[in-house]
């Protein structure tokens, strides 16, 4: 009889583990993936306070759009959003930004996220701050999170 207990109590036990084994292989919850969606734009923020342009480029889709905060047009590419960035990069220093009351909504493999901005630094030796509004768009390519839209309004 005690033989019986033991081998269920060890069948019980191993279908545990395989199960948690399982869970543990899943695709990233939604909550990972919100949080991941945050990071991904703080990782944007930190290769352009680096200068790393290179790395700034692999967080954006090549079909990106873009409203600027004082764009009159609408930006239409990876290409034009990179050199623009480098642009603005190449002539300031000291540049820091951060992000206030995110929120994340997430369907598929497209998010969006709704936040405030603060950021400030120099560009062409005159400092500069600001504040904002904000949404940006996500795809989920390959595993990573790539802009693929974003919309900037400057708040007073």
Known sequence: M??????????LL???????KCQSEQAPTLDQD???????????WSAI?????????????????????????LRVGK?????????WVE????IHTEMQDPRVSIKNDVAWIVYYWKDHGTTNGIDFS??????RIF?????????????YTLLP
């Open 2 to 11: 005690k033989v019986n207990i033991h081998f269920k109590t060890l069948s």
């Open 14 to 20: 191993i279908l545990t583990l395989l199960f948690l």
């Open 34 to 44: 919100k949080e991941d969606v945050k990071q991904t734009i703080i990782d944007m």
């Open 49 to 73: 306070e680096n200068e790393d342009i290179e790395t700034y480029a692999d967080f954006i889709h090549p079909d990106f759009t873009q409203f600027g905060e004082t764009d009159s047009l």
């Open 79 to 87: 290409t034009a959003e990179v050199n623009g960035i480098r642009s």
């Open 91 to 94: 002539n300031s220093e000291n």
């Open 130 to 135: 600001s504040k904002g509004k904000s949404t």
């Open 139 to 151: 795809v989920k390519e390959k595993g990573s999170w790539l802009c693929i839209h974003g919309h």
